[in-house]
Nanobody
C-alpha cells in the first residue's frame, strides 16, 4: 500500500533552517510529480512547492520562493524540502504527496518561534 512518511520537523527560531524528508513507498515514486503542502493552525491547506518526476523542474508559492528548495532522490524514493530563513508564518504541519493523487502521510510539524 502507499506510504508517505514525513520527518525533519521541529521547533526552530525565526531565521533558522530545517530540512524535511518524505520517504515514499507503494507506488512508482520516480513517475510522479511530487508536492509539499502545509496546513497552518486553524487554516486550510496551502500548496508550497512542486517538483516534476525527473527533478528538473520546480515550482514554488510566492510565500516561500527564494527561501525553500524542493528536491528529490528517485534512487531512494525520497522527497526533500530545505527551508531557510524561516518565519513564524511558516508554522504548519507539512505534508508530501503525489501532486495528482489523494495520498497523504501523517505530516511533520514545523514551529517557528522565539
Amino acid at each position: 500500500q502507499v506510504q508517505l512518511v514525513e520527518s525533519g520537523g521541529g521547533l526552530v527560531q525565526p531565521g533558522g533552517s530545517l530540512r524535511l524528508s518524505c520517504a515514499a513507498s507503494g507506488f512508482t515514486f520516480s513517475s510522479y510529480t511530487m508536492s509539499w503542502v502545509r496546513q497552518a493552525p486553524g487554516k486550510g491547506l496551502e500548496w508550497v512547492s512542486d517538483i516534476d518526476s525527473g527533478g528538473g523542474s520546480t515550482y514554488y508559492a510566492d510565500s516561500v520562493k527564494g527561501r525553500f528548495t524542493i528536491s528529490r532522490d528517485n534512487a531512494k524514493n525520497t522527497l526533500y524540502l530545505q527551508m531557510n530563513s524561516l518565519k513564524p508564518e511558516d508554522t504548519a504541519v507539512y505534508y508530501c504527496k503525489p501532486k495528482e493523487e489523494d495520498y497523504w502521510g501523517q505530516g511533520t510539524q514545523v514551529t517557528v518561534s522565539s
